[in-house]
């Protein structure tokens, strides 16, 4: 008994007061009766005897009543159906666990509340907004009438222009007074005059407005224009294209007229050059190399009686001889130049359509625009003879256009050599007898498209040679034959070229591929096709910006340093020679590419043209060929 009243005590003190503070306060906490209730029946229960300590009156007076405690009903769950197991054969079973999509809180998303679509406005404002949109339907219906009131116009004028032809072609049945009717056609026919006046290369902008005026389909693409200069003919005179190219300008230069001749003066061309650092030239014709200013001046008359023909253009040309650094293995300082040359002169005989000529005009063959492969007015026109078509010659297999050269090349003791690194060289054979050909010709099932090849000889004047052909025309020889084993100082340079014109798109896309020197034979040719190679590759393209105004756009690359075959057997820069040492020149300068020999070449062209004026930037980037195979930036 002493045992269970001290441990009962033991739990009043532990169960009734409170704990002693740091802070030397004391607290006290009332007993907690149903705590002790709970222990004291733990405690008698572990015992075995009951606790009948405390009376009944005693506990209800400490204790509050407790509430009888809710009763928990529990659901029984319903049966769950087994998950599906999913077994393979070769692999253990694999539970699933697929997702409620009760679950899921769509209404929480807001792409799945709806909006309300409806636009709240006032009626009167409704009403304005429809009479606005009445109004402007309105105006529409009124803007289509007046177009269809036009239409209907503008047929009645068509349909008055149709019944005026119409008459003219029944009057034209009737042969009498066909000279009165044909009046303007007679007085065209029996003008040889503008007819057969032809445009140099290069002159005052006309050659190029030839070109353009054939991509902008004001003139017909039948001409390949990869041999020129151009010939006017009788369908269009020299008049007629400068009227095409500006329906403003007034030209009528005739001092003498009648059926059979014709005299009249031909424009004055003023050409003018100023180098401020260092001599540069570029398809200027008979300008020379030097610093400073320097112009040509240009002009004649043309005469024709019957079948002949003849032009006389001198040029005067005075150059200044500006002062510049020079080396020992570059430059030259130029003398001052002061000449009258013949110029861009010609006679001629005309057999149809083809021409027998005395001349000294620059030619140009092939189809580059900035450079040509064998034939440019980079340097000075050569006195020459020649035979070739007037125009493209028509057949059933397609137009044809032709041109054999033979002439006289010189060079000016004076002057140092283009292909020299502008130094003065002296030579004793400084006369060579030039042989070019050049053939185009436009298949009848590929209209608007050319194809020619290109062919230049030259030996000197003084060669133990006696037969014609091989000694003045060799370039109607054979293909093939090197250099190494050939016992005559002569060099020759073969081309191949090819334009593509489309006059729908105001376009022309043109190649040209050429070597400096002959194959030895067809097996030379297949096994090293690159060596002594180069090309020319261009792109040219007009846009109408409105009626009379257009873009023109062109990029043009020149390649003629040697390709990497020069490592096994090199073939010297493009239009140098061992045999000529003076290599492919016209008084010192290079006949072909103007960007020089053996050099590579990238032009871009942007310019607005309208009529005679013209106004772009042309950009050039010239990669000079140092030596053999070494190229320089400059």
């Known amino acids: 008994m002493n045992l269970r009243i001290s441990l009962f005590c033991i739990m009043l003190l532990l169960l009734g007061y409170s704990h002693v503070h740091a802070q030397d306060t004391i607290r006290y906490r009332g007993p907690n009766l149903s705590k002790i ?88 404002k409704l009403n304005q907004l429809r009479k606005s949109k009445i109004d402007k339907l309105k105006d ?3 803007d289509l009438n007046t177009l269809v009131y036009n239409l209907e116009k503008t047929k009645e004028n068509y349909l008055l222009k149709k019944l005026d032809i119409e008459t003219e072609i029944s009057s034209l049945s009737k042969k009498d007074s066909l000279p009165s009717k044909l009046k303007a056609e007679i007085e065209e026919f029996l003008m040889p005059t503008t007819a057969s006046v032809s445009v140099p290369v290069g002159f005052m902008d006309i050659d190029e407005q030839v070109r353009n005026l054939q991509l902008l389909e004001k003139i017909p693409s039948n001409h390949s224009l990869t041999i020129r200069p151009f010939n006017s003919n009788a369908s269009l005179s020299y008049t007629k294209l400068l009227n095409l190219i500006d329906t403003n300008i007034k030209y009528n230069g005739v001092l003498y007229q009648d059926k059979h001749s014709f005299i009249g003066l031909l424009p004055i061309n003023l050409l003018q050059k100023f180098n401020s650092d260092h001599p540069y030239g570029w398809n200027d014709g008979a300008m020379s190399y030097s610093k400073g200013y320097q112009f040509q001046v240009s002009g004649g008359v043309y005469a024709s009686w019957n079948k002949f ?44 359509g083809v021409s027998l000529s005395a001349s000294t005009q620059n030619l140009w063959w092939g189809p580059g625009i900035y450079n040509s492969m064998l034939m440019s007015n980079n340097a000075q026109g050569f006195f020459h003879y ?34 020299g690194y502008l130094k003065k060289r002296t030579y004793l054979n400084n006369e060579r007898y030039f042989s070019g050909l050049t053939l185009s010709y436009q298949p009848a099932f590929m209209k608007n498209v050319s194809f020619g090849i290109t062919r230049a000889f030259q030996n000197y004047a003084n060669n133990n040679i006696t037969k014609f052909v091989p000694k003045y025309l060799p370039v109607v020889s054979s293909f093939f034959g090197s250099a190494y084993n050939d016992t005559i100082n002569r060099d020759q340079l073969l081309a191949f070229n090819t334009r593509w014109v489309f006059p729908k798109n105001h376009a022309e896309v043109y ?40 873009l023109d756009f062109g990029t043009e690359i020149t390649r003629m340093a040697q390709t990497p075959s020069y490592l096994m057997r090199n073939a010297g820069n493009f239009y140098e020679h061992g045999r000529v040492t003076e290599g492919y020149t016209n008084q010192n300068q290079t006949m072909g590419a103007g960007s020089g020999f053996g050099n590579n070449m990238q032009t871009v062209q942007l310019s607005w043209n309208r009529a005679w004026n013209k106004f772009g930037f042309i950009f050039n980037h010239i990669e000079i060929e140092n030596s053999p195979g070494t190229p320089a930036l400059i």
């Open 37 to 124: 209730s709970a222990k004291t029946k733990s405690i008698v229960a572990s015992i075995g005897k009951p606790f009948t300590f405390f009376k009944k009156d005693t506990l209800k007076q400490q204790t509050k009543k407790l509430k009888p405690a809710k009763k928990v009903t529990v659901k029984t769950p319903k049966p769950v159906k087994p998950e599906k197991i999913i077994t393979t054969g070769a692999y253990n079973p694999i539970k699933i666990n697929l997702p409620k999509l009760d679950k899921i809180p769509f209404s929480k998303i807001a792409f799945w509340k709806r909006t309300d679509t409806v636009v709240k406005i006032s009626k009167p």
């Open 309 to 352: 023909k003849l032009q006389l253009r001198p040029e005067y040309v005075n150059t200044a001889n500006g002062t510049y650094s020079t080396s020992n293995s570059w430059g030259q300082v130029t003398q001052s130049i002061k000449k009258i040359l013949p110029g861009q002169s010609s006679l001629r005989f005309d057999l149809g």
């Open 386 to 419: 020649s035979i070739g078509t007037n125009r493209p010659l028509k057949s059933f297999m397609g137009n044809f256009q032709f041109q054999i050269v033979s002439g006289t090349l010189k060079s000016d003791t004076s002057q140092g050599y283009e292909n």
């Open 511 to 550: 190649f040209e591929f050429g070597y400096n020197d002959a194959k030895d034979n067809f097996r030379d040719l297949m096994v090293d096709m690159s060596h002594s190679s180069g090309y020319i590759f261009g792109f040219k393209k007009l846009s109408y910006l409105n009626t009379i105004d257009y």
């Open 140 to 142: 529409k219906v009124e």
